[in-house]
């Protein structure tokens, strides 16, 4: 599967954006999809994600202000995310894997399928 990230921008703190991870396959309602971030020098971040069956995951830190969802008409998986905060400023790349299941969904090794990032920069 081929997945396309886009929706990153510029915004204010307190401002909101959503991102899309597009699928080229009709399937993509059976991959675990998941969303991850990383800064220039740190390791990559687990962000959010959606098991196959609808379950949804979230890091600690974007907790009660991103929602992942998934447009199973679309082969789409979006994230949207509020109360944005200059600490969520990196780059975000989305991530699929028909096998991942819900005990190792956090994390990035698990997923053969990845997206290019899209930039999110929240300026203060």
């Known amino acids: 599967v081929q997945l396309q990230a886009s929706g990153g921008g510029l915004v204010q703190t307190g401002g909101s954006l959503r991102l899309s991870c597009a699928a080229s396959?009709?399937?993509?309602?059976?991959?675990?999809v998941g969303w991850f971030r990383q800064v220039p020098g740190k390791e990559r971040e687990f962000v959010a994600a959606?098991?196959?069956?609808?379950?949804?995951i979230y890091g600690d830190s974007v907790k009660g202000r991103f929602t992942i969802s998934r447009d199973t008409a679309k082969n789409t998986v979006y994230l949207q995310m509020i109360s944005l905060k200059p600490e969520d400023t990196a780059v975000y790349s989305c991530?699929?894997?028909?096998?991942?299941?819900?005990?190792?969904?956090?994390?990035?090794?698990?997923?053969?399928?990845w997206g290019q990032g899209t930039q999110v920069t929240v300026s203060s």
């Open positions: 991530a699929a894997d028909p096998r991942v299941i819900l005990s190792s969904i956090r994390s990035q090794q698990e997923y053969d399928y």
């Open positions: 396959e009709r399937t993509f309602n059976r991959y675990a």
């Open positions: 959606v098991t196959r069956g609808g379950t949804t």
